[in-house]
C-alpha cells in the first residue's frame, strides 16, 4: 500500500458524505470537528505517517465518511510544509505544483478541492495501486458560513495515539494554547516549552541564543517550533543587519556595552566572546551583517562553535546537545570544516556510546574499541562523556583555525571600531 499525504486547510462539507473506495485508507491527524496543529501536520510528515494518527478510516470497511474541501496554503505554510517533508515521501499539497520533483503530485486544482474529486486524481496518478491517504488539514465547519463567535473548535493537541488530557478541552481556536504542566511529555506541550524558552532567551536581550534553537535543530522540527509561535523572521532580522547603521541600531538593542567601547574587543578572545552574551551577539550579527568576504563555511564554522563552546566551558554534555552536534556535522549544508580526523574521532565516540547500551561488542571492536569488554564495559561509560568533551574541544580548535573564522574574528574590532567613527 503506497502512502500518499495530502496537505491543506480542511473544511468539513456538512450532509455531502461520500463513499470510500476499497482501494483507499484515511488517516486523520486532527480529532473530527477539532483544528490540526501545524506542528503536528508537520510531525506526521516527518514521521512518514509511521507514528500513529487520531483516526483511520478503511474502504473495504468504512464504507461512508465525511468529505472534506481542501483549501490551498499560504506560501509560508507551503514553506513549512516542505521543510517536514522525507525524501521518498510523496506529498500533494492543494493549491500547489512543482512540476520539476517527481515527489510533489499536483492535484490539477489551483484553488479549493473537494477530498472525493482529489481521490479521482491520485487514481489517475496512481492507477491499480491500493492507496494509504494522510490528509495534514482541519476538521471543522466552514466557519465563515456561522455568526461572529457562534464557532470555536477544539484545536487536537495529542499527536498520534498520544492520550487526550484534560487541559486539552481548553485549547480553543481563539485562545492561546494552555499551560501545559512541566510533566507533560508529549509532542506538543515538549515543543512548547522550548518554544517558550526561545521568546524568553530573545526578550532577555539575546536573540542569536534564540536563533540556535532553530539553527541546531532538524529542519522539520525548526518548522514545528515555528508553527507553535517561534519567530524566526524576527529572530533571523535581529541578527543580520544588512549594514553599518542597521548594525549600529541592532546593537543599541542587543550589544550596547559593546558599542560603548569597542576597544575591548581587541583583548577578547573568541573563547570569551562565546562566554559573553554581548560580544557573542556582536559577532555573530557581524558575520551575518556588513562582514565582508564572510563565506558559508565560516558561519558553519561559527554556529556550531558558539554552540560547542558552553558545553566545554562547562565541562558536561547532554544527550540532546550530542545529538544536535552530530546532526549538525553531518547534515549541515555546506557542512562545517573540519579534519576527516576530527570527524573521525566524534563519530566513532558516538557509535561507541550507541554500542555501549546495548552491549554490542562486535560492533565495538569493528570500529577500533576491541579492548572494551563485558568486564570494563561499566567503566568505558563512565568516561565517555570526558572523551566526547575532549573531542569536541578540539572541534573548537579546528573550527577556529580551518575555516577562515579566525581572520574574520581578528578584522572584527578594527571594522566596528572604525564604523562608529563613521
Not at 143 to 170: A, C, Q, Y
Not at 359 to 365: H, V
Request: charged share 25%; hydrophobic share 40%; net charge negative.
Amino acid at each position: 500500500m503506497k502512502d500518499i499525504f495530502i496537505a491543506g486547510h480542511g473544511i468539513l462539507e456538512l450532509g455531502a458524505p461520500y463513499n470510500l473506495p476499497a482501494w483507499v485508507e484515511v488517516s486523520y491527524y486532527a480529532d473530527a470537528g477539532q483544528i490540526l496543529l501545524g506542528a503536528n501536520a508537520i510531525a506526521a510528515l516527518d514521521s512518514s505517517g509511521k507514528l500513529g494518527s487520531r483516526q483511520t478510516s478503511v474502504g473495504k470497511e468504512d464504507r461512508t465518511v465525511p468529505n472534506y474541501t481542501i483549501e490551498p496554503f499560504t506560501d509560508q505554510e507551503i514553506c513549512r510544509v516542505l521543510a517536514g517533508k522525507r525524501k521518498g515521501v510523496k506529498l500533494y499539497i492543494a493549491g500547489y505544483s512543482a512540476p520539476d520533483d517527481p515527489e510533489i503530485g499536483d492535484l490539477k486544482a489551483k484553488g479549493p478541492i473537494a477530498f472525493n474529486f482529489a481521490l479521482r486524481q491520485l487514481r489517475k496518478d496512481h492507477p491499480g495501486e491500493d492507496l494509504h491517504v494522510h490528509l495534514l488539514h482541519c476538521r471543522v465547519e466552514n466557519l465563515d458560513r456561522h455568526p461572529r463567535d457562534e464557532l470555536n473548535p477544539l484545536r487536537t493537541v495529542s499527536f498520534g495515539t498520544e492520550p487526550m488530557e484534560e487541559i486539552d478541552k481548553t485549547a480553543r481556536k481563539k485562545k492561546a494554547l494552555p499551560e501545559f504542566a512541566p510533566d507533560d511529555q508529549r509532542r506538543i506541550p515538549k515543543r512548547r516549552r522550548k518554544v517558550q524558552k526561545m521568546a524568553d532567551t530573545y526578550t532577555s536581550g539575546d536573540p542569536h541564543s534564540a536563533l540556535q534553537h532553530l539553527i541546531m535543530s532538524p529542519e522539520a522540527e525548526a518548522s514545528q517550533l515555528m508553527s507553535l509561535g517561534a519567530r524566526g523572521d524576527l529572530l533571523w532580522d535581529a541578527v543580520t543587519p544588512k549594514g553599518w547603521e542597521e548594525y549600529k541600531a541592532s546593537g543599541a538593542k542587543y550589544f550596547a556595552d559593546v558599542l560603548k567601547d569597542s576597544s575591548v574587543l581587541y583583548s577578547v578572545t573568541l573563547w570569551e566572546a562565546a562566554q559573553n552574551v554581548q560580544y557573542r551577539n556582536a559577532f555573530y550579527s557581524y558575520l551575518n551583517g556588513p562582514a565582508e568576504g564572510i563565506t558559508p563555511e565560516i558561519r558553519a564554522a561559527a554556529d556550531l562553535y558558539f554552540y560547542i563552546a558552553p558545553i566545554v566551558a562547562r565541562w558536561s554534555i547532554t544527550d540532546e546537545e550530542i545529538e544536535e552536534v552530530s546532526r549538525f556535522v553531518e547534515d549541515h549544508i555546506p557542512p562545517p570544516p573540519l579534519p576527516s580526523e576530527t570527524l573521525s574521532a566524534w563519530q566513532g565516540l558516538c557509535y561507541l556510546k550507541e554500542y555501549l547500551k546495548v552491549g554490542n561488542f562486535d560492533g565495538m571492536a569493528a570500529i577500533g574499541y576491541e579492548e572494551v569488554t563485558a568486564e570494563n564495559a561499566a567503566e568505558a561509560a563512565i568516561s565517555l562523556p570526558s572523551e566526547m568533551l575532549s573531542t569536541a574541544n578540539e572541534m573548537l580548535t579546528d573550527l577556529y583555525s580551518w575555516s577562515g573564522l579566525q581572520q574574520a574574528w581578528e578584522r572584527f574590532p578594527e571594522d566596528v571600531s572604525n564604523a562608529l567613527i563613521r
